[in-house]
């Protein structure tokens, strides 16, 4: 995992913690406001390589594998979305001690978003990338993981699926490194961690789209604090009017639709991602 990262850069640190009861992985670096970054069902703090250091420059960023994903415990638990709003909560007040900006992709904004509704006190600022719980639809590749028949496949995954469900998250799939694929099938080989992914899939998901949705479109009216919205406009997981529709619920909330950009803007557009980021920061 350590070669994924800017090993040489002397302000990256890799740590553990047990937070919640359960033993878990994150990196850290920089000085300053608490910047908390989060991945979503199935993903761990690798989808945030490229932000890491360069947010850094004006803020100490926290990027955590939660339980479940990367080189954390994996319970034996739901992993509702809910569950995961509490477990980043309990970081906050275990690791960061300080209330802090949480960047929340896919599942895991919408964890964010929880989190921030639950505990307005522990939450200065809230980014949603490509957030699941803002509408029904999802992608119907995630619908159909959620029958029983697909464990054996999804348990058993290769390389070279790997690369392909990378490569479906983004626009462009040259932006997947052969780099990228290996520390992320690494982390899908970990004992426990594909069968952790079909529990939060299918805790969350059916084949008729997203669980309790409403209810969290319910939770995000009642946000106070300011809200960053980024997606990208070519998303095939999660589509692009979620956005807009969660920007009309929030008419204080900034929105920025990447063009030619798919699921995961931090990863397929750093740059503008960081300098989007780096402003609503400042």
């Known amino acids: 995992m350590r070669g994924a990262f800017c090993s040489d850069v002397p302000a990256l640190e890799e740590r553990y913690a047990v937070v919640a009861g359960y033993r878990t992985h994150y990196v850290v670096a920089g000085a300053g406001e608490p910047v908390l970054l989060v991945h979503g069902i199935g993903g761990s703090l690798l989808?945030?390589?490229?932000?890491?250091?360069?947010l850094a420059r004006q803020a100490r960023v926290y990027a955590l594998d939660?339980?479940?994903h990367g080189l954390s415990d994996v319970p034996d638990v739901a992993?509702?979305?809910?569950e995961g709003g509490a477990f980043i909560l309990a970081f906050i007040e275990e690791v960061c001690h300080a209330p802090a900006t949480l960047v929340g992709v896919?599942?895991?904004?919408?964890?964010?978003?929880?989190?921030?509704?639950?505990r307005?006190?522990?939450?200065?600022?809230?980014?949603?990338?490509?957030?699941?719980?803002?509408?029904?639809d999802i992608g119907w590749e995630l619908r159909l993981l959620t029958l029983p028949l697909l464990d054996r496949?999804?348990?058993?995954?290769?390389p070279e699926q790997a690369r392909s469900a990378l490569e479906h998250q983004v626009y462009d799939p040259a932006t997947i490194t052969p780099e990228f694929v290996r520390a992320v099938y690494a982390t899908w080989q970990r004992p426990g961690t594909r069968r952790a992914f079909l529990r939060g899939l299918r805790s969350n998901v059916t084949l008729f789209g997203v669980r309790r949705w409403r209810a969290h479109m319910r939770r995000l009216s009642r946000l106070a604090m300011p809200v960053l919205i980024v997606w990208g406009a070519q998303d095939r997981y999660i589509p692009v009017r979620h956005a807009y529709?969660?920007?009309?619920f929030l008419a204080q909330a900034r929105l920025h639709v990447l063009d030619r950009c798919g699921h995961m803007p931090p990863y397929e557009r750093p740059a503008e991602f960081n300098r989007i980021l780096a402003d609503f920061l400042g």
């Not at 992993?79 to 809910?82: D, F, L, Q, T």
């Not at 496949?153 to 290769?158: G, M």
């Open 47 to 54: 989808t945030f390589q490229r932000n890491i250091v360069p």
């Open 66 to 68: 939660l339980p479940g």
């Open 79 to 82: 992993y509702r979305a809910e």
């Open 106 to 118: 896919s599942a895991g904004g919408l964890m964010c978003l929880l989190a921030a509704s639950e």
């Open 120 to 136: 307005p006190d522990l939450v200065r600022r809230l980014v949603l990338v490509s957030s699941a719980g803002l509408g029904r």
């Open 153 to 158: 496949f999804v348990e058993n995954a290769t």
């Open 245 to 248: 529709r969660a920007a009309r």
